[in-house]
């Protein structure tokens, strides 16, 4: 966050969560889809961003985040 110069309290009210509510989140690696969306557009990147190539995701996993990404769309659009 220093390169872009926010702090994790301005990153917290824009996803909507506590400070701490965010840090636990992502120490535990329990960030939901949606709040993966926010900071994304915080930041002004891609979800996909986040995403480390090399790491392996099961079909179910991927399942998951698509049918939780649909909704969201099916809900903007």
């Known amino acids: 966050m220093m390169e872009t110069k926010t702090t994790m309290i301005k990153l917290s009210k824009a ?16 960030m939901k889809v949606q709040t ?3 900071i994304a557009t915080f930041f002004g990147v891609p979800v996909t961003y986040f995403l480390d190539d090399k790491e392996a ?3 179910t996993d991927v399942d998951k985040v698509m049918k939780v990404m649909a909704d969201i769309i099916k809900e903007r659009i």
């Open 36 to 38: 993966l969306i926010d």
């Open 57 to 59: 995701y099961s079909k």
């Open 15 to 30: 996803v909507g969560m506590s400070r701490h509510g965010l840090r636990d989140a992502m120490d535990k690696n329990t």
